[in-house]
């Protein structure tokens, strides 16, 4: 046993406190698909390559393929399910639905998920600042021009504030 | 009385918002919001991977490390006396037919008596847990013995080299005849000579592969994954069971991303996992790693293609001559001839001349085994890489005759009434020149265009900007005789419906579309239409998810189902409203009087009433597209029976120093016949040329000795949203007399002439063409060196 044992942590999870106990070299995103049901957070690589795992940690992006569970002891977590408030779309999932900026999906939650934190450091992105901040995330259908333009649109509507 | 009246104003209120022309599209043409978009952006969707088996046994598979060897002995042993460990399978082990493929059956489900590249499968296993089936894949020894392989087309048609398989290295041949080439060349007072040469891609779905299979007590096997064609795996997984087809049913999850490549990959685990679950009868789950998918699923095939063309002073194309080597690497899979023009190499073969007329033409393409990986269908299937050659040759052509080589296609390429290189006159839907006067206007081409810099030019600057263009042609579906599509819709009595329909929905907006087609036909609304999942238990043989075949094929089925309803449904209205059937007209949820619109009854209640005298609610529909043609000694005949057409221009930015290439902008325009939802088609195209950037740029996998060297998105680049030019997409609509309201196919096109135009740029801005795919830094770079060494 030793160093090997088990630990409980306890973390955030879209605004629910959880405690999860988890083995030493479990991942976030295993705790999270698997333990939590949150399967809107998807695996494409687990190289943390692809960001289709993309996950708000303390609100910063990153790839939850990386992270050990253990990290994530009194941290927040959001996930794509964390977006909608009450029932409400968050409105980067508004414009993303509107603008045709999703295609297969697969890419969707983490290309939302560094729009969010983008938006939330830096309400007025230039372009090339939305490009890096979601180059992140590979995306095979898109092209990302309508995933772009989806984020300028709630730039714009933001008006600077926070959403 | 007064309710009725209330209800009647209310009715009046809502006709006013319907168009006022009766035969005026309402659906169709307008961009609705996908209908799987909300639970996508919400990250609600379940795909194959988040579906819970919580006593699935997991499933591995052991792959060979050698290229080329034969197996002298397997010990499984120790790997099943594992504590956990269900099964351990080789070769003898499989009941019925050991292959699978979606043309001709000829990859082994686990090799037998030897391997044809690193990543075939040698064993399965099946675990309790994913660590267990790892551990006891190391405890398979495999003894092989080495064979001597065969890494090009090219080495492998020597008549001393390694076969592949026993009947030979050469797959197949295809060739094109058309008028005296050689008295064409005679003609000719330029005449150019290149050769060519194109990568493996990987598709890089963002979705790894993964399937459930689930034995059933009655000797039924359900398998449920990620697929593009359902129906060639259930066509698959029943010979090697050694079971009837209708005893496999195969269930589709939402795709997340195929772009072709998951119509092999779904037969080859599908198959695996069957296997397992007959073995263990248990349900058993099997997921490939990023790395295992690029090893070991198939690719865009590589080519080596060597050209000849010859034109007149005033840029009238007189002779082609090509010579495809098209390598088919380990397995047959999408490669060979499937009857008459089906199969990428065919299709490559057909396609090489490019959208120009040209009365005398030569083309053989030899399609060839190595020990390789194997080459399949991805996004344009087998388009991408002659439209490379055929865009640059032409481009290079233009440079020789001192001409804009706009100019020049626009005198050479197709129009209606135009004969192809198979013979084919193009009767109708050709809007090819259209897209080439809309891209021009939108790139501002005349002003942007100048001749490529000279070398004192080249050296003044730091950084130069090119322009390029390319055009395209693709086919609507797949050209082969069995080309059959099936739908049923069935229509409830109050109004709404249930459409059943094996189309995958893979991203690309495929339920959406069908959805629009459906409501407009009925006259519903969309969202009154639910699509069921693809599951072969369920829904009629559809054909496979490909070849830009869909919103055509299955639309066309969908219309013919919703005319079997809507005779009886009319006849309903009739009934209450009494007004003949053929002055009637269904839209938006109400059915009208033509002359009249406002005497109208709600359509549920026209269906109430259908339901209620018995008449037919369910409509059948069974498309088969006009029958193809081609003679493969002369490659003459109608090989496809339309085409979308393309033009698109890029703009570079050149680093001189570095030979780092940025794609500032690109414009594009397509004859799609009709829009059927025009955000969509918008997002095939931007979707489409960004993976055409990364063909023209980065993409290629790298192989030593038959091994990948790049496996995984670190080593082997796709585009990010760094890499994003600012796309111009343009639509032009020539309709088909073939497609739903005029539509063709838009899946592939977009993907095809990205990369020349971005190597014509190229070749624009600094005078280097590019002849071997990709353009990566080092190769552009050398290029300006190679150009700036010539002066000394």
């Known amino acids: ?163 | 009385m007064e309710k009725r009246e209330k209800k009647k104003v209310l009715v009046k209120e809502k006709l006013l918002k319907m168009p006022p022309v009766a035969d005026e599209l309402s659906i169709v043409g307008r961009s609705a919001i996908r209908i799987d978009a909300y639970d996508k952006v919400r990250g609600k969707l379940k795909y194959g991977a988040d579906l819970e088996y919580p006593d699935a046994l997991v499933g591995k598979v052991l792959r060979s490390p050698y290229p080329h060897a034969l197996i002298k002995r397997i010990e499984i042993e120790k790997a099943r006396r594992l504590p956990g460990v269900s099964v351990v399978l080789t070769a003898e082990h499989v009941p019925g037919r050991n292959g699978f493929g979606a043309v001709i059956p000829d990859q082994p489900v686990l090799c037998g008596d030897k391997v044809r590249y690193v990543g075939d499968g040698v064993a399965l296993v099946a675990a309790e847990t994913e660590e267990i089936a790892v551990q006891a894949l190391d405890l398979i020894e495999v003894e092989y013995e080495p064979l001597p392989a065969v890494f090009s087309p090219i080495e492998a048609l020597r008549p001393e080299a390694s076969k592949v398989h026993a009947k030979g290295n050469l797959l197949m041949t295809a060739r094109i005849r058309k008028g005296d080439v050689e008295k064409g060349f005679e003609e000719a007072d330029l005449i150019l000579e290149r050769t060519y040469s194109v990568p493996f891609l990987e598709h890089f779905y963002i979705e790894p592969d993964v399937t459930c299979a689930i034995p059933h007590p009655d000797g039924t096997i359900t398998v449920k994954g990620p697929m593009q064609a359902p129906f060639t795996v259930r066509r698959n997984i029943a010979p090697v069971l050694g079971i009837p087809i209708n005893k496999v049913q195969v269930v589709q999850t939402p795709l997340g991303g195929g772009f072709g490549g998951k119509e092999d990959s779904s037969i080859d685990i599908g198959a695996r996992a069957a296997l397992l679950a007959w073995h263990t009868k248990k349900a058993v789950r099997m997921e490939y790693d990023r790395e295992e998918i690029t090893l070991s699923t198939a690719k865009r095939h590589p080519m080596v293609i060597q050209c000849k063309i010859g034109v007149k002073k005033d840029g009238t194309l007189l002779a082609f001559e090509g010579r495809i080597y098209n390598e088919q690497g380990a397995y047959a899979s999408l490669g060979p001839v499937i009857p008459p023009a089906g199969g990428t190499h065919v299709h490559a073969v057909v396609m090489l001349p490019g959208p120009y007329v040209i009365p005398n033409i030569n083309v053989d393409g030899y399609l060839v085994y190595t020990n390789h990986p194997y080459g399949g269908a991805m996004r344009g299937f087998g388009a991408p890489q002659v439209n490379f050659v055929h865009e640059s040759l032409i481009d290079e052509l233009a440079e020789g005759l001192g001409m804009d080589p706009y100019d020049l296609r626009m005198k050479n390429s197709f129009q209606l009434g135009s004969e192809t290189a198979t013979g084919q006159i193009l009767d109708q839907s050709v809007g090819l020149k259209d897209t080439m006067e809309k891209a021009k206007e939108a790139f501002n081409w005349k002003e942007k265009w100048r001749p490529a810099p000279d070398l004192e030019e080249l050296e003044k600057e730091e950084k130069r900007k090119g322009v390029g263009m390319a055009l395209g042609w693709y086919r609507t579906s797949i050209g082969t005789s069995s080309d059959g599509c099936g739908a049923n819709l069935h229509l409830l009595e109050d109004g709404s419906v249930l459409l059943y329909q094996g189309i995958t929905e893979m991203g690309q907006g495929a339920y959406t579309v069908l959805s629009q087609i459906a409501a407009e036909a009925l006259g519903v609304a969309i969202e009154d239409v639910r699509v069921i999942t693809p599951d072969t238990d369920v829904v009629p043989e559809a054909g496979p998810t490909v070849g830009s075949r869909s919103t055509t094929l299955m639309g066309n089925a969908i219309l013919m189902a919703a005319e079997m309803i809507k005779k009886p449904l009319l006849e309903s209205a009739s009934d209450l409203l009494g007004i003949p059937p053929n002055r009637l007209i269904a839209k938006n949820r109400f059915i009208y009087d033509r002359e009249d619109p406002t005497r109208c009854i709600e359509l549920r209640d026209a269906a109430k009433r259908s339901m209620a005298m018995g008449r037919r609610m369910l409509g059948q529909g069974w498309y088969t597209p006009p029958q193809p043609s081609l003679n493969l000694e002369t490659g003459q005949g109608s090989p496809y029976f339309v085409y979308t057409y393309c033009t698109q221009m890029a703009e570079v930015e050149v680093d001189i120093k570095t030979g780092a290439v940025e794609v500032v902008k690109i414009v594009a325009a397509f004859d799609v016949g009709k829009a059927i939802n025009p955000v969509l088609v918008e997002a095939q195209i931007e979707g489409g040329i960004m993976m055409g950037l990364g063909y023209a740029l980065m993409e290629g996998l790298i192989l030593k000795e038959g091994v990948i060297q790049n496996l995984n998105f670190q080593d082997c680049m796709i585009p990010t949203a760094l890499d994003a030019p600012e796309i111009t997409p343009i639509m032009i609509e020539h309709p088909t007399i073939h497609g739903p309201f005029g539509a063709k196919g838009i899946g592939e096109m977009p993907n095809i002439p990205t990369a020349p135009a971005i190597t014509n740029a190229i070749a624009n801005a600094i005078g280097v063409r590019i002849y071997d795919l990709p353009a990566h830094r080092e190769r552009v770079s050398m290029g300006i060196k190679g150009r700036l060494e010539t002066r000394i």
Do not use: W
């Open chain 1, 1 to 163: 046993m030793g160093v090997m044992a088990k630990s409980q942590i306890h973390m955030e999870v879209n605004g629910k406190r959880v405690s999860v106990e988890v083995e030493p070299q479990e991942l976030l995103v295993d705790v999270l698909r698997e333990r939590l049901g949150l399967t809107g957070t998807k695996v494409g690589c687990r190289e943390g390559e692809c960001g289709a795992c993309s996950v708000l940690f303390d609100g910063r992006v990153v790839p939850s393929c990386l992270i050990p569970a253990m990290k994530t002891d009194g941290r927040e977590i959001t996930t794509i399910e964390g977006l909608e408030q009450n029932g409400e779309l968050h409105p980067l999932q508004r414009e993303f639905l509107n603008r045709g900026a999703v295609q297969c999906g697969f890419c969707t939650p983490g290309m939302l998920l560094s729009a969010k934190n983008l938006l939330d450091e830096n309400p007025k992105p230039t372009l090339q600042q939305i490009r890096e901040a979601i180059s992140g995330v590979l995306c095979r259908c898109t092209g990302y021009q309508k995933i772009i333009q989806a984020i300028q649109a709630v730039s714009e509507t933001m008006e600077g504030k926070k959403v």
